[in-house]
C-alpha cells in the first residue's frame, strides 16, 4: 500500500519510514502496488497476484504433462490433486496475498524446465533453455530471496541420475547464465543496502543464518515436523497413502517404448528433486508450516503418473465383444468418482472462510462498514496491541481509505484520547467495558466481536 501511495519500488516503508521487518525481496509487493492503483486499496488487490501464480501453477502442470510427458491426463490429474491439497490451497499460499504462490510457480516454472531438458533436450536449444531457467530462477528469488533457490540442489541431483550433470557442467553458457543470475541477486542486495543502510545485516541474520542457528525458538519444531504436516495435519491427504503406489507404477513405464523411457527417467528425478528439497527444509530448526508448499505441484505429477499408469494397465484389458473396454470417457467418469468429494471439501472451505480471527477482526469491521454505511467516513479506530506490526491490518484499510477515498479515519491506541461524540470502531472487549464506564455508548452497528458506536 505504501509503495504504491509514495511510488519507491526499492525500499518498503511503514508510515513513511524505512521498514526493515520484511527482507525479502519486493517481486510480489511491486505486482500488489501495480494492482492497488488500478484496482485500489482493496484483498482483490492484495491477492490477485497469487491467484493468478496459482492459475499459472496449475497451466504448468498441464502443459508440462501434454509436452514432456506425452499424455495430458497426467496434467488433469495433476491439476486436480493440487488443488484438493490442503498444503497448498490454504492460507499464505494459494488463498492470501503472501508470497508464497509467487514463489511456487516459479520454482515449478524453471524446475520443470529443467526436467524438460533432462528429459529431451541434448545438444539443441541449450542456450534458449539456460536463459529461461536463469531468469527463472532469479523471479523466484526476488518472490522470496533465498527459499526461491533451494530447489538447485534437487535439480542438480536429477542432472545426476540422467548421467547428465558433468556435461552440463562443461557448457560456457551455463556459466554466463549463473553469473548473471549471481549478478543480478547480488546487485538487488547492493541496491537496497546502499538505499536502506542496515538491511543486509537483517537479511544474514533472519535468511541465511536460520541454516545454522535457532534464531526463532518459538518457532522451533521436530525433523518430522512436514511429515506431520502432510500426514496427521492432512496437508496431502488421502494422496499420500497412493504415494508408494504412484512412484512404483511410475517407474514400472509402461508398454509403449516412447513411454518406457520418459515416464520412469521423470519419476526418479521427481522423486530425487521432492526428497532433497524435504531434507533440506527439514533440516534447520526453525520451520513455519508453508515452507513445504513448492513440493505440491511435484508430488501432485507424480500422483498423476501413477494414476493414469494405473488406467492404462485397465484400459489394456479386453472386454468380451467390446475390444478395448475403456476409453477417456470412463476416464472422466473415474476422475468425476475420485475427486468429487476432495473438490467440494476444498469449495466449501474456500466459502466458509471464518473472518473473526482475532489479529483481523478491525480491518474486517471497516471493510463491513464501508460496504454497510458508506456515509460514516470520519471515526476513530481504537486498539491496541503490544506488537507494532499487528496495527498493520488496521492501518492497511484506514490509509488507504484516507489516501484514495479522502476519508478521515484515525488509529487510536489509548482511549483516553478520546472525547465525547467521537464516533469509535473497536473489537477490544477490554477498551469497550473502558468506554462504557466513562462516557457511555451510542450503538450504531455490532458483529459478533466489534461494535461501532458514538460516545456520550
Known amino acids: ?96 496475498g503472501d508470497l508464497d504462490a509467487m514463489l511456487v510457480f516459479w520454482i515449478t516454472f524453471y524446475s520443470l524446465l529443467a526436467f524438460d531438458y533432462l528429459l529431451d533436450a541434448k545438444g539443441k ?35 545426476l541420475l540422467q548421467k547428465r550433470l558433468l556435461a552440463i557442467l562443461k557448457k560456457p553458457y551455463l556459466y554466463l547464465i549463473a553469473g548473471s543470475v549471481a549478478f543480478a541477486c547480488f546487485g538487488y542486495y547492493g541496491l537496497r543496502e546502499y538505499a536502506a543502510p542496515g538491511y543486509l545485516d537483517k537479511v544474514i541474520f533472519s535468511e541465511y543464518r536460520r ?17 506431520e504436516n502432510m500426514w496427521t495435519r492432512s496437508y496431502f491427504m488421502p494422496y499420500l497413502m497412493g504415494l508408494p503406489l504412484a512412484l512404483i507404477l511410475g517407474l514400472w513405464g509402461g508398454e509403449k517404448k516412447e513411454a518406457q523411457g520418459v515416464l520412469p527417467a521423470f519419476t526418479k528425478m521427481a522423486a530425487v528433486f521432492c526428497l532433497s528439497f524435504f ?87 471497516i471493510r463491513s462498514l464501508k460496504k454497510s454505511n458508506p456515509a460514516e467516513q470520519n471515526y476513530k479506530v481504537l486498539m491496541y496491541n503490544k506488537h507494532p506490526e499487528l496495527y498493520d491490518q488496521a492501518n492497511f484499510y484506514i490509509k488507504g481509505a484516507n489516501h484514495y477515498e479522502g476519508t478521515n479515519l484515525e488509529l487510536v491506541k489509548d482511549w483516553k484520547q478520546l472525547k465525547s461524540q467521537d464516533r469509535v470502531l473497536c473489537c477490544q472487549k477490554e477498551l469497550i467495558d473502558s468506554l462504557q464506564q466513562n462516557f457511555g455508548l451510542e450503538e450504531s452497528q455490532r458483529t459478533e466481536n466489534c461494535i461501532y458506536f458514538k460516545l456520550n
Open 1 to 96: 500500500l505504501e509503495m504504491a501511495m509514495y511510488g519507491d519500488p526499492l525500499v518498503l516503508k511503514n508510515n513513511g519510514l524505512t521498514d526493515l521487518y520484511n527482507t525479502k525481496p519486493p517481486f510480489v509487493i511491486w505486482l500488489q502496488s501495480l494492482c492497488i492503483q488500478i484496482l485500489g486499496p482493496t484483498e482483490w488487490a492484495i491477492r490477485l497476484p497469487s491467484a493468478l501464480a496459482a492459475f499459472g501453477t496449475g497451466f504448468l502442470l498441464f502443459l508440462f504433462a501434454h509436452r514432456s510427458l506425452q499424455d495430458y491426463r497426467i496434467g488433469l490429474v495433476a491439476l486436480l490433486v493440487l488443488v484438493t491439497s490442503s498444503g497448498y490451497l490454504r492460507n499464505h499460499v494459494a488463498r492470501s
Open 125 to 159: 536449444k541449450e542456450k534458449w533453455y539456460f536463459s529461461w531457467i536463469g531468469l527463472g530462477i532469479f523471479l523466484a528469488f526476488l518472490s522470496k530471496s533465498v527459499a526461491g533457490l533451494m530447489p538447485l540442489l534437487g535439480l542438480a541431483l536429477a542432472a
Open 211 to 227: 541454516f545454522a542457528e535457532n534464531i526463532m525458538p518459538w518457532q522451533e519444531q521436530p525433523f518430522g515436523f512436514y511429515w
Open 279 to 365: 531434507l533440506l527444509i527439514s533440516y534447520p530448526s526453525v520451520k513455519l508450516n508453508y515452507y513445504d508448499a513448492p513440493l505440491y505441484p511435484f508430488l501432485s505429477l507424480l500422483i498423476g503418473v501413477g494414476v493414469v499408469q494405473l488406467w492404462k494397465m485397465l484400459e489394456s484389458i479386453s472386454v468380451p465383444g467390446k475390444g478395448r473396454g475403456l476409453n477417456d470417457l470412463w476416464f472422466g467418469l473415474l476422475l468425476v468418482v475420485l475427486f468429487f468429494i476432495p473438490y467440494k471439501n476444498s469449495w466449501t472451505t474456500i466459502q466458509n472462510s471464518d473472518p473473526t480471527f482475532a489479529l483481523e477482526r478491525e480491518g474486517h469491521f
